[in-house]
């Protein structure tokens, strides 16, 4: 059963809508999880580390698709809403030339300096050349990254998640079998990771491409519309994703230098495997708020104020429950999730088991902070969205690095997202407020 943005739905129905969207986006992260896996277990727990250390830069180019892809969605929709049909088109066609001709900006830029870009980021020469190795390749070809996730927000918005779903899927199957061919197989070693990674990409590159093309009777290509507005509006509500995104990967880099300080490349290692973990919630909750931010830009443009009301108080409580089940779920499973990473009875293997029992902590909060981030972006409000990213994300995660490992040390270290999810949720509650007075939706 297929649903329209237009459409009213039961909260049922917003789950079914919004169901491709957070597969999707899982396995979308899970990429990069297949990457971790293989690399710790036939290249080893340094080239994981290198991996870590490289991933924040390519994680700045994705936070600013993701920024398009989210803020662009969401203009778009909002005139769709309208009845602006060939506006909504125009634009969105020049969303797509900005993120193209970004792209390759990007790649021809950061070529030359790939070396100096992993010393930056704190990669010491134990870890220089795995970090060298699996950036430069990521950076060349970012602009399949870059589209993956510019085509999923959009084919949601154009009523299509099944399909963003299905490519993504069997990208995901391609990246899982390349990365068995190209590192058990063909011994490439981290290059054949991020060799795996950029052709899975170019699946839902490709395929959203090929679908906008095709696509005549709903959203796509027209000559573009070249305006100040569409940019400015663009990156305004898509900049809490573009600050969140950005906060994470500088958080990273804070954490993984204060790792090598205590604990050295093993901590290193342990912190990435809880990334992963981390970036399988994110993405789950990510991919809801995805599915259902085109529904509520389309029907807030559509002024219909009292089904919005009741649509985001029944989202709210469903991504509640879903934070509770999720923490529960992973307490659970914690030993199994390590041992996938690193082998039983190893120095790694005890750091990551004691440090991911009290990083899950944070996924108590963090469904909702990412859920009341991207609600704001969908209401077009991207100055609030963007100060709750940026709070979550760095403020409140640079305060408790210095300040809980100053008391505690490793064990602060691991405490320092999960308190800085909390102390997000109480900035959330407070901007609900803003709700109630300028759009009396809570």
Request: with cysteine; net charge positive; aromatic share 18%.
């Amino acid at each position: 059963m297929s649903y329209s943005i237009s459409k009213k739905m039961s909260l049922k129905e917003l789950l079914i809508f919004s169901f491709p969207s957070v597969i999707t986006v899982v396995f979308m992260s899970f990429y990069t999880i297949v990457d971790g896996f293989f690399i710790a277990r036939y290249v080893g727990s340094d080239a994981l580390s290198g991996l870590n250390i490289a991933y924040p830069c390519y994680g700045v180019v994705i936070a600013a698709a993701i920024m398009f892809g989210t803020g662009g969605s969401a203009y778009v929709s909002h005139q769709m809403g309208q009845g602006k049909t060939l506006l909504a088109n125009q634009s969105f066609t020049f969303i797509l030339l900005m993120v193209i001709c970004f792209s390759l900006l990007v790649s021809c830029i950061t070529y030359p300096f790939i070396n100096e870009i992993c010393v930056l980021l704190g990669a010491e020469e134990s870890l220089l050349g795995y970090a060298y190795d699996y950036l430069l390749i990521l950076m060349i070809f970012c602009i399949l990254g870059v589209l993956q996730f510019f085509f999923t927000c959009f084919l949601v918005t154009a009523s299509q998640p099944k399909l963003s779903f299905w490519l993504s899927l069997f990208a995901g199957i391609i990246n899982i079998l390349l990365d068995y061919l190209f590192i058990v197989i063909f011994k490439w070693g981290i290059k054949g990771a991020a060799y795996a990674t950029i052709i899975g990409c170019a699946v839902p590159s490709l395929g959203g491409l090929i679908f906008f093309l095709m696509n005549r009777k709903g959203l796509t290509y027209a000559f573009p519309n070249c305006s100040w507005e569409v940019i400015i509006k663009t990156l305004g509500n898509g900049s809490s994703e573009m600050v969140a995104n950005l906060s994470i990967s500088f958080s990273t880099i804070l954490i993984n230098r204060a790792m090598m300080k205590y604990l050295g490349s093993d901590g290193v290692a342990a912190f990435t495997a809880a990334l992963y973990c981390d970036y399988l919630m994110i993405s789950a909750f990510f991919g809801f708020a995805v599915g259902i931010a085109p529904h509520i830009s389309y029907h807030f443009g559509a002024k219909n104020i009292l089904y919005l009301k009741n649509c985001i108080k029944k989202c709210l409580l469903f991504v509640s429950i879903s934070s509770v089940f999720v923490f529960l779920l992973f307490l659970v499973l914690k030993n199994t999730i390590v041992s996938i990473f690193f082998q039983q009875g190893t120095h790694v293997f005890f750091v990551a088991e004691t440090g991911l029992f009290f990083f899950a902590f944070s996924f108590l909060f963090k469904g909702i902070n990412l859920y009341g981030s991207a609600l704001f972006t969908a209401l077009g409000n991207g100055k609030i969205s963007a100060f709750l990213a940026f709070m979550r994300t760095f403020v409140f995660i640079l305060i408790n690095i210095y300040v809980l490992s100053f008391f505690w040390q490793e064990t602060g270290l691991w405490f320092a997202i999960p308190l800085a999810e909390a102390m997000a949720v109480f900035v959330f509650l407070f901007c609900k407020r803003i709700l109630r007075k300028e759009y009396q939706l809570a």
